[in-house]
């Protein structure tokens, strides 16, 4: 149950894209994740009930994580429908056989119990931004963790600094500092997390029929402020992302009146590649995706593909370029997109000089 600093937390919402994408991982690069999923929060057009809400998220949800020792459950999104679906969501799980550690936080009520009734695997404490500039963060922290009888040794702790897309990697370093300096007990925790995202939360910034290059800023603070100063820190936290998801997710999309571009999102070392072509109302995704696959496989931005051999995900992005079918749609797109991502990740992790 426990892991060390050379591992990898990506953040996943319970998406049928990610699902897959989670059963589609090569079997070498699964032991080195453990996935936090985020059940999605509910849209009443969608899902009248909770009911019907969670009969989607946890549709083969158990297929997509048994390949993995555990993962890190989070129902924190379905909080305006109480801590009855927050219990309903645990229930789920635990009688589906997922091995999972609920997650929770000091200021969360919704979920709370249902977290606490639940952690025969442990639980996780989502220590947010928002609680450390509220500060006495420290001494919230250890009242919450005594007033709810649990110990550290037997608890991972998950620093999210949120979306952080709006900073740049000194400030994103200067905040990861400040917020892990104001964490007590730090070598006691089971494990020890530190999450941002700075990936875009649109594509709005990437011109139609372009790319753009994103910094992995998250990344970068990471890896330049903190693993190459990990001989001076009292605790080198695991490494964590939301992979090529923006936190707030897609929830609010509503493609009846917004508009969607075909688009890739690539995941190089220090830089997403971000490809995009036309609105799908003026072109189908499904005759847009070929045309981009071909640009990354074999046109001018080849030489940012990591081949045909690097993951599932290149296989498929050469076979969408060479024709095959089943390859046009958003959501075959952010499967690929989340495998290429994962195993990115974990590829640079492993290349890291490691005491």
């Known amino acids: ?29 699964r032991p080195s994740i453990t996935p936090l999923l985020e059940i999605v929060e509910r849209k009443s057009d969608k899902a009248p009930t ?28 379905i909080e305006p429908d109480g801590p009855a679906a927050a219990e309903e969501a645990y ?14 936080g000091i200021s969360r009520t919704a979920d709370l119990a249902a977290a606490l009734q639940h952690r025969h695997h442990g639980v996780a404490v989502r220590l947010t931004r928002a609680e450390f500039e509220a500060g006495s963060l420290g001494p919230n922290l250890l009242q919450f963790m005594n007033q709810h009888g649990l110990q550290p040794e037997q608890s991972d ?15 994103i370093q200067a905040l990861s500092q400040a917020f892990l300096s104001a964490v007590p007990d730090r070598p006691r925790w089971r494990t020890f997390t530190l999450s941002a995202c700075a990936f875009p939360s649109s594509m709005a910034k990437v011109e139609r029929h372009s790319h753009a290059l994103v910094s992995r800023a998250e990344w970068i603070a990471w890896r330049d ?14 490494y964590s ?44 995704a ?35 370029a060479d024709g095959a079918s089943g390859l046009g749609s958003a959501e075959v797109w952010r499967r690929l997109g989340t495998i290429h991502h994962v195993t990115t990740a974990v ?4 290349s890291l000089p490691w005491p």
Not at 162 to 167: I, K, P, R, S
Not at 288 to 317: E, I, K
Request: with cysteine; charged share 25%.
């Open 1 to 29: 149950m426990t892991f060390g600093p050379n591992h990898y937390v990506p953040m996943l919402k319970v998406k049928r894209g990610e699902k897959t994408a989670l059963r589609l991982i090569s079997p070498d690069v």
């Open 50 to 77: 909770v009911e019907a809400h969670l009969d989607t998220a946890f549709r083969d949800l158990a297929d997509s994580v048994r390949p993995y020792s555990r993962c890190f459950l989070d129902v924190r999104e």
């Open 91 to 104: 229930n789920r799980a635990e009688a589906l056989g997922i091995v999972f550690t609920p997650v929770t």
């Open 157 to 171: 702790l998950i620093i999210d600094l949120g979306a952080v897309d709006d900073l740049i990697t000194e400030g």
């Open 225 to 238: 402020g903190l693993h190459a100063r990990q001989s001076e820190i009292v605790r080198l936290p695991t």
């Open 241 to 284: 992302d939301c992979a090529i998801q923006h936190p707030k997710g897609v929830e609010g999309f509503d493609p009846r009146v917004m508009p969607m571009s075909a688009a890739i999102r690539y995941t190089a070392s220090d830089n997403w590649l971000l490809i995009k072509g036309e609105s799908v109302r003026r072109t189908p």
């Open 286 to 320: 499904r005759e847009q995706y070929p045309d981009l696959a071909m640009q990354l496989a074999y046109g001018h931005l080849r030489s940012r593909f990591s081949g045909v051999d690097h993951c599932h995900g290149c296989a498929s992005t050469k076979a969408a």
């Open 347 to 350: 590829e640079a992790l492993a």
